[in-house]
């Protein structure tokens, strides 16, 4: 979720954007971040916004490195109950060399053999906050969230 939200969001003007499908509309609209202060608090809308920026601004907005650190993210071998570990395992190694084999082809590879572990570090930043986010929204009450939130955020009533 930490990830996806960095992929949607808009850096210059500190909002995302979301696309909403609904029986006889579909479009773009716009969600101010500080729906995070409002609901989970500053902290976490501090945290949630400087990761963010910090992930745009390391990856250039680069949309291709985003989307293999979700991937990466998403087969991480270290999840709980996950069964077949070995192949997840395998799985996220090779979306690890395929991230470093991309920054070395779009870049010097001097800048990328930097770039790459500062981008695995992001992960540690990813987890903590959702740890904490998922431990704030725990104690959310969704009954006074609009209905675009609660769809927004995949969030169960």
Excluded: C
Aim: glycine residues 4%; charged residues 25%.
């Amino acid at each position: 979720m930490v990830l996806q939200s960095a992929m949607g969001f808009d850096p210059q003007n500190l909002n995302w954007k979301v696309r909403v499908q609904q029986a006889k509309e579909s479009g773009e609209i716009k969600l101010d971040p500080s729906i995070i202060k409002d609901h989970l608090g500053s902290s976490m809308y501090t945290d949630h916004i400087q990761f963010v920026k910090g992930l745009h601004q390391l990856t250039r907005s680069d949309r291709t490195v985003m989307t293999l650190m979700f991937v990466i993210e998403f087969f991480s071998p270290d999840r709980a109950n996950l069964e077949n570990t070995d192949s997840v395992k395998q799985t996220h190694d090779k979306f690890k060399r395929w991230l470093q084999q991309y920054l070395e082809s779009t870049m010097p590879v001097v800048e990328a053999e930097r770039l790459y572990p500062e981008l695995l570090k992001k992960f540690l930043e990813v987890k903590s906050i959702g740890e904490a986010s998922a431990k704030l929204a725990s104690n959310l009450d969704i009954s006074k969230l609009k209905p675009l939130l609660i769809e927004v955020f995949n969030l169960k009533k």
